[in-house]
């Protein structure tokens, strides 16, 4: 072959710099012509920016970026961008360009960045298929089965996606860590483990575990670009050559952190989901099984995720104080930790709204303490009122760590200078009973007159001892105890089941920290106020439907009763058996039910139809449909946490070891029983999280 001659060189080298030339003009021709726009091309973490005009053709991009990035004439790729609701967006054609500058009008866009994906082409094996041609049609064996034998159809999971999520090399993500989580899904859904022989905040490089015993090739790697700190693959072989890869029902490494994303909406929605909930919600929509221990953990995860970690919640406080007393005016919100160590001791709250719409709820309050299940223990004390429909009425709430005759004091204080304007706080002896309650100690407590009082009491002490029942009852005020001597109106109110219905409604959030805990409750009262505000909004009772059931049903009775005038406002009303006096004057009845429940009696409202009046003006207002649409027209005010942060520092309580008698049952040994870590004072021994009686420094 004939060698080219210096000056065929010369013209060859002179025509390729005239093409590049022309190139670089074509590119700076489009400039100030028409609308441009700044596109940034980006292509495994490297990139470079071009100016683009509407007069451009896609012909012309396509060649400047397989000239920029080095593509063969061969190489196939294509690009895409996104925009506001749209993640991916494909450019394909002349159309697709156009429609980018439109899309950058409508957004006002004068930036863009976008992906070139090269497409990785996929060999296929053909495989003999036997047929025998004396076979018209396919058989399908499911025609002529029993609906018991059939194949079912194949059910879809939201982990059939997970299979997706490594495609080719040059796949962008929007961080090492976004890389990470979708590698586990990955392998998860395919079948296989991996190891991580780097690993760190830059670069990544992940082998399959038989990559030292059976050699497998099955390999990716990627890296950050520091362009846009993005994730991107560098090398990706996708192919396995080891045995065994094939999914199954478990994974060993679909841990607590894959099973977090999964489970983040339905925890934010229902924290009172359990682990076995999980477990069994898991397995139906994605198709694995897991275990306790990873559903409590992802559990625990999504709380970390909303409120930090359980020892952060008390520092955080401080925030929350802040943030309540400025969005609920009238708040009472009172955080006290100890000067000399600056721990936390205990906090008071109790929102506006609660307290305005007390107002409107029966007088009558429910104190009561339960015990907190997080890891620092502690005990809940709450006060809790009654609105007219006989539902409970939350007024305030104080988490400390034990129930002590200071922390009574701190609770009652506060609570105090809440009612007290209110005209509703009357100051009373603490009396607790000691004794075994018997059935006949209810008879005497339940006594409405002092003559059924004495006869109920008589029965008692013959039963009991007098010298111990009259020792005993000498120590507890009568009007403490005994609705015959009660001062004031009980509203026929002798148990303390409200509070423990709220105890039981706060259930799951009694396993939180106190932020947590404080926060999760005031969303559920401030749900339940609104529901309530819109559910009243629809009767058309004068009474609440609780009461106007009641006022129905005690007329009903009042029928069946005769009545005869004695003077102003006094009737004696009889039945076949007894006769009552009735002053309506007064509100009374001989009865006394009137006095107690604070509602007519049939006896009652049967005087009270006999004199021509209306039913309704002898009724408590706290009954009425406005007085319950009143106390719920205060509302509770949400609380943003967009700018949740602190300065301060509060340390965690230390916890003290529990009150009660050590187990008298003996402990096994340690070769009988395998020791178990407890997640909550994180020691091996053989008690779990409920069970840990383990003093805490706050460190934990």
């Known amino acids: 072959m004939r060698e080219k001659s210096a000056g065929e060189k010369r ?53 400047i970026i397989r000239r920029r990035f080095r593509f063969s004439s ?33 957004y006002k866009l004068d930036h863009v960045d976008v992906n070139v994906v090269k497409d990785v082409g996929s060999s296929c094996s053909s495989k003999s298929v036997l047929f025998d041609e004396s076979f018209s049609e396919i058989i399908d064996e499911n025609d002529y089965l029993d609906d018991g034998f059939k194949d079912g159809p194949t059910k879809s999971y939201l982990s059939d996606d997970w299979g997706s999520y490594l495609l080719h090399k040059g ?57 846009n700190n993005c994730f991107y693959i560098k090398e990706f072989n996708n192919i396995h050559t080891c045995k065994g890869v094939l999914r199954n029902q478990t994974h060993r490494q679909l841990g607590s952190k894959i099973v977090r994303t999964c489970i983040e909406s339905n925890v934010f929605l229902n924290l009172g989901l359990k682990p076995a909930d999980i477990m069994s919600n898991f397995k139906s929509t994605y198709g694995f099984e897991i275990s306790y221990k990873v559903a409590s953990r992802a559990k625990k995860r999504c709380l970390e ?68 299940k997080s890891i620092y223990k502690g005990q809940i004390l709450s006060a809790t009122g009654r609105n007219g429909d006989k539902g409970f009425f939350p007024l305030a709430l104080c988490i400390c760590d034990s129930e002590t005759e200071d922390n009574w004091f701190f609770f009652f204080k506060h609570l105090k200078a809440l009612l007290e304007p209110q005209g509703r706080y009357r100051n009373k002896r603490n009396a607790v009973v000691l004794a075994q309650v018997l059935q006949k100690f209810f008879k005497v407590a339940y006594a409405s007159t002092e003559r059924s009082y004495y006869h109920h009491l008589q029965a008692l002490r013959d039963e009991g001892g007098a010298e111990v029942i009259d020792e005993f009852i000498a120590e507890i005020p009568l009007e403490n105890w005994c609705r015959a001597f009660f001062k004031g109106c009980r509203y026929g109110i002798m148990a303390n089941s409200i509070a423990e219905s709220f105890n039981k409604w706060i259930v799951a959030e009694r396993s939180m920290p106190p932020l947590a805990m404080i926060d999760q409750t005031r969303m559920k009262e401030m749900k339940m106020m609104s529901e309530r505000r819109v559910e009243s909004k629809s009767w058309t009772t004068q009474l609440t439907p609780e009461m106007e059931k009641k006022l129905v049903e005690r007329m009903h009775k009042a ?53 021509r009046l209306n039913v309704y003006d002898f009724i408590d207002l706290y009954f009425s449909a406005e007085y319950f649409r009143m106390s719920y027209s205060f509302p509770i005010h949400p609380v943003s946490n967009v700018d949740s942060c602190t300065e301060e520092s509060i340390l965690p309580p230390i916890t003290k070891r529990p009150a009660g008698r050590p187990k008298a049952k003996r402990i096994k040994s340690s070769g009988e029983k395998k020791p178990i870590r407890c997640g909550r004072c994180l020691k091996l021994g053989h008690h779990n999280r409920q069970s840990c009686t383990e003093p805490l420094n706050g460190q934990q």
Not at 76 to 92: A, E, N, R, T, W
Not at 335 to 364: A, H
Request: one cysteine or more; charged letters at 25%.
């Open 171 to 227: 796949q962008k993500f929007e961080s090492v860590q976004d890389f990470r989580d979708k590698l586990r899904k990955y392998a998860v859904q395919t079948g296989f483990c991996y190891v991580l022989p780097r690993n760190d905040s830059l670069y990544v490089r992940a082998v399959c575990e038989n990559h030292g015993t059976e050699k497998c090739g099955w390999e990716v790697i990627g890296s950050v670009a520091p362009i």
């Open 305 to 372: 995720k909303m409120y930090g970690s359980e020892s952060d919640s008390f520092s955080m406080l401080c925030w929350y104080k802040d943030a309540v007393l400025e969005t609920n005016p009238g708040s009472s919100f009172v955080l006290e930790v100890e000067e000399n160590t600056n721990r936390f001791q205990r906090v008071f709250v109790s929102y506006g709204g609660q307290v305005e719409g007390f107002k409107f709820s029966l007088p009558v309050l429910y104190v009561d303490g339960t015990f907190g």
């Open 559 to 611: 029928c069946s009763f005769r009545v005869i005038a004695s003077h102003e406002s006094v009737y004696e009303v009889r039945d076949d058996e007894y006769s009552y006096s009735v002053n309506l004057s007064t509100r009374t009845c001989s009865c006394v039910k009137w006095q107690i429940n604070c509602f007519p009696c049939p006896h009652a409202l049967s005087a009270i139809q006999d004199a």
């Open 11 to 63: 013209r060859a080298g002179g025509g390729r710099e005239r093409r590049e030339r022309e190139e670089k003009e074509r590119e700076t021709d489009f400039r100030n012509v028409g609308d441009s726009l700044i596109a940034q091309f980006i292509y495994t973490g490297n990139g470079f920016y071009l100016q683009l005009n509407d007069l451009m053709r896609f012909s012309d991009l396509i060649d």
């Open 74 to 106: 061969s190489d196939v790729f294509h690009l895409q961008y996104s925009s506001s609701g749209c993640p991916v967006i494909y450019l394909d054609s002349d159309l697709d360009f156009k429609m980018l500058f439109c899309c950058a009008k409508i």
